[in-house]
Antibody, heavy 120, light 109 residues
Framework: QVHLVESGGGVVQPGRSLRLSCAAS????????MHWVRQAPGKGLQWVSL????????SYGDSVKGRFTISRDNSKKTLYLEMNSLRPDDTAVYYC?????????????WGQGTLVIVSS | QSVLTQPPSASGTPGQRVTISCSGS????????VNWYQHFPGTAPKLLIY???QRPSWVPDRFSGSKSGTSASLAISGLQSEDEADYYC??????????FGGGTKLTVL
C-alpha cells in the first residue's frame, strides 16, 4: 500500500528558509519521479517541482525557480523541498506526489499535505 | 491567472451528465497528454483521468476524458451527490513546467 507522508511545515518569517520532507513507503521509490504541488488558501492547485527517479533531472515552476530546491535520498525513500527566501505568497499546503509516467503530470498517489505559513 | 483555463463552476442534478472544459495552447495541451484530478478540500487530490482518456482502476466508468487540439474535457455521467468536489486539469508545458487549470467547483443540485 502506497503511503506518502509530508512533514516540516510550519510558520516561518518572510525571507527565512524551511525544508519539507516526504517519506515514501509501499512502492519502489527509486523507480519513480516525484513532484511537489501546492495549494494556497482559497486558490487552486499549483505545480511546484519535479525530480526524476534518480535525481538527475529537476524542473521548477516559475514562481519558485531560484529559491526552491528539490532533492531525494533513495536510500531513505525520502523526497525533499528546500525553500529559501520565503515570501507570504508561498503560504500553502504542500503536497508530494508520485509520478507513474516518465513525462507529464500523471500523479497516482498523493500525500495529505503539510501547511506552510509565511508571516511576520 | 492559470495557463490552463477552466470554468470556475459547473452544476447538475443527480443522474445528469456534466462536462468540464480545459483550454490550453500548442505548448501544453496541444503537445502533451492531459490528466484530471478530483479534490475534496482538506484531502489529497485523486487522479481521475490520465493520458487524455485513461482511467485508473479505482475510477468508475462514469468518468471519461477527451482531448482535441488544444482543449480537453472531463465528462461525468450519472451524476451523484458524492461527485461534488473541485476538478482540475493538468498537463506538461514544453517550457519545462507542469501546469494546472484554475479548477472547477462542481455542485450537485
Amino acid at each position: 500500500q502506497v503511503h506518502l507522508v509530508e512533514s516540516g511545515g510550519g510558520v516561518v518569517q518572510p525571507g527565512r528558509s524551511l525544508r519539507l520532507s516526504c517519506a515514501a513507503s509501499g512502492f519502489s521509490f527509486n523507480n519513480y519521479g516525484m513532484h511537489w504541488v501546492r495549494q494556497a488558501p482559497g486558490k487552486g492547485l499549483q505545480w511546484v517541482s519535479l525530480i526524476s527517479y534518480d535525481g538527475s533531472n529537476k524542473s521548477y515552476g516559475d514562481s519558485v525557480k531560484g529559491r526552491f530546491t528539490i532533492s531525494r535520498d533513495n536510500s531513505k525513500k525520502t523526497l525533499y523541498l528546500e525553500m529559501n527566501s520565503l515570501r507570504p505568497d508561498d503560504t500553502a499546503v504542500y503536497y508530494c506526489a508520485k509520478a507513474f509516467m516518465v513525462r507529464g503530470v500523471s500523479l497516482d498517489y498523493w500525500g495529505q499535505g503539510t501547511l506552510v505559513i509565511v508571516s511576520s | 491567472q492559470s495557463v490552463l483555463t477552466q470554468p470556475p463552476s459547473a452544476s447538475g442534478t443527480p443522474g445528469q451528465r456534466v462536462t468540464i472544459s480545459c483550454s490550453g495552447s500548442s505548448s501544453n495541451i496541444g503537445s502533451n497528454t492531459v490528466n484530471w484530478y478530483q479534490h475534496f478540500p482538506g484531502t489529497a487530490p485523486k487522479l481521475l483521468i490520465y493520458n487524455n482518456n485513461q482511467r485508473p482502476s479505482w475510477v468508475p466508468d462514469r468518468f471519461s476524458g477527451s482531448k482535441s487540439g488544444t482543449s480537453a474535457s472531463l465528462a461525468i455521467s450519472g451524476l451523484q451527490s458524492e461527485d461534488e468536489a473541485d476538478y482540475y486539469c493538468a498537463t506538461w508545458d514544453d517550457s519545462l513546467n507542469g501546469v494546472f487549470g484554475g479548477g472547477t467547483k462542481l455542485t450537485v443540485l
